[in-house]
């Protein structure tokens, strides 16, 4: 039986928000407002998978390093988490395609395409914080449970995030850029060492091990892709 789909409760962090505005005021090349933009159609595709699949969500809450959305309720099976994240990257390429018959024409056009197929790329990766490791481990749990899908995604996560980390700093070292990149990185170890967010509510970014041998077997047969 589906949850009633409710309109989520949007918390938005006031840093972030000052940031936001500020980097919009000062920034005369268009790229915040395309990135702004980008995020937007990107969480909207969550918030669209979640109306369609008839998810009840508690929270939408807006960061400096993006979004976490929170399910109400008991957990979903593997099918309908793993399609709820892959609306967001899904949506990102979507934007990116009708954006770019526009380009040429104006230069917000093309920031805007660059920018959503860069988020809708960086989403695919498989790590937990982001929408390609929520989907990698509802594929795996799906198939061989949570406990080793939690360990494969956990080391996949840290893998990536070092290689990630590894090429900010050569390119700080050898070509004296990338210290964007390297903050980048940084505040995904961050964010991944953190752990859970601590207000009770599941999120798409929450930790992986907390997921246990119970869990599996509440969820049944209906999880598997």
Not at 164 to 170: A, G, H, P, Q
Not at 179 to 208: C, H, P, Q, V, Y
Request: proline share 3%.
């Amino acid at each position: 039986m589906k949850r009633k789909p409710t309109f989520p409760r949007l918390r938005i962090d006031p840093i972030a928000a000052a940031v936001s505005i500020g980097l919009l005021i000062t920034d005369h090349t268009g790229l915040c407002a395309a990135l702004l933009i980008a995020a937007g159609v990107h969480e909207a595709g969550h918030l669209i998978a979640a109306r369609m699949l008839g998810v009840a969500l508690s929270e939408l809450r807006l960061g400096l390093l993006g979004a976490r959305i929170g399910t109400r309720g008991g957990l979903l099976p593997y099918r309908t988490e793993w399609l709820l994240a892959a609306a967001g990257p899904f949506a990102s390429v979507v934007l990116a395609a009708l954006v770019a018959p526009l380009r040429q024409g104006t230069e917000l056009a093309m920031q805007i395409c660059a920018v959503s197929l860069l988020l809708g790329a960086l989403n695919l990766l498989p790590v937990e914080t982001f929408d390609g490791g929520r989907m990698a481990y509802c594929a795996l749990a799906g198939w061989f449970g949570a406990v080793t899908a939690a360990k494969v995604c956990r080391f996949l996560s840290f893998g990536v995030l070092f290689l990630l980390w590894s090429v900010s700093v050569y390119l700080l070292l050898r070509a004296g850029s990338g210290i964007s990149w390297l903050g980048f990185s940084m505040s995904l170890f961050g964010r991944f060492f953190g752990g859970a967010d601590g207000s009770g509510n599941r999120t798409f970014s929450e930790n992986f091990g907390e997921k246990t041998r119970k869990t599996e077997q509440n969820r049944g047969k209906t999880g598997k892709l």
